[in-house]
């Protein structure tokens, strides 16, 4: 196989356009990304706004996922795809349902916060400015994702594989430095805002584990049809 084959001169029109159409969950993601990151802003205290346009977003999602499983159902999909077809479609949804999920979260724990003492606010909004640094990793992933479903080649492919790999252990990095940071403070803190802080954590890592997966298929994908 050369890596300089041009990956969409091998697949059908079927195949070419749902492929197109999955660019569309990176869209929902990042624009659902940069609003988790401004509810994870502590000078903003309005932040419902934002959560309902994560909904929003999710809700489109499911509604593309809907769409596109249909068109691989209906459709001229050569069958040994098929499967990766819809894991991919698949792990592009759980990401909006995690992304909804945690804005549910801090909007939850936001009633929290606003009666707590300053203590509280002051260790949240600091553990709040390194959530919205690895959310960063999950916009770079994302966009990385955008241009593996636009290049031509396996080279380029590869390439940007390799970049959402490498995201993916600096987040998995983060994440461990960032619980052992908690850990060390937990006596210290409200045993909710404790809780909240680690979750939201692992659901951040859980958003660059499901980029790679995506990633991975992409590559799999791409080496399937041009061997």
Request: net charge negative; charged share 30%; with cysteine.
């Amino acid at each position: 196989m050369s890596i300089r084959k041009k990956f969409f001169n091998f697949i059908n029109p079927t195949e070419k356009v749902i492929f197109k159409r999955i660019n569309e969950y990176s869209n929902y993601i990042i624009t659902s990304t940069n609003d988790l990151m401004k509810m994870l802003d502590c000078s903003n205290l309005e932040i419902s706004q934002y959560k309902e346009t994560i909904r929003k977003n999710e809700m489109d999602g499911d509604h593309l996922t809907f769409e596109l499983k249909n068109e691989i159902t209906n459709g001229a999909i050569t069958p040994n795809l098929m499967d990766s077809f819809n894991l991919l479609i698949d792990k592009c949804d759980d990401i909006l349902d995690r992304l909804y999920y945690m804005s549910r979260e801090i909007l939850r724990y936001q009633d929290f916060l606003l009666t707590s003492g300053q203590d509280v606010k002051e260790k949240t909004c600091q553990y709040y400015s390194k959530l919205r640094n690895m959310l960063n990793y999950n916009l770079d992933a994302q966009k990385s994702i955008m241009e593996m479903l636009e290049q031509n080649t396996i080279e380029k492919m590869v390439s940007l594989w390799s970049r959402v790999s490498r995201l993916e252990e600096e987040v998995d990095d983060l994440k461990d430095e960032l619980l052992d940071s908690l850990y060390k403070e937990a006596n210290k803190l409200h045993y909710l805002t404790f809780l909240h802080l680690a979750e939201i954590t692992h659901k951040i890592d859980d958003l660059l584990d499901t980029s790679q997966d995506i990633a991975d298929i992409l590559i799999n994908v791409a080496i399937t049809v041009t061997s």
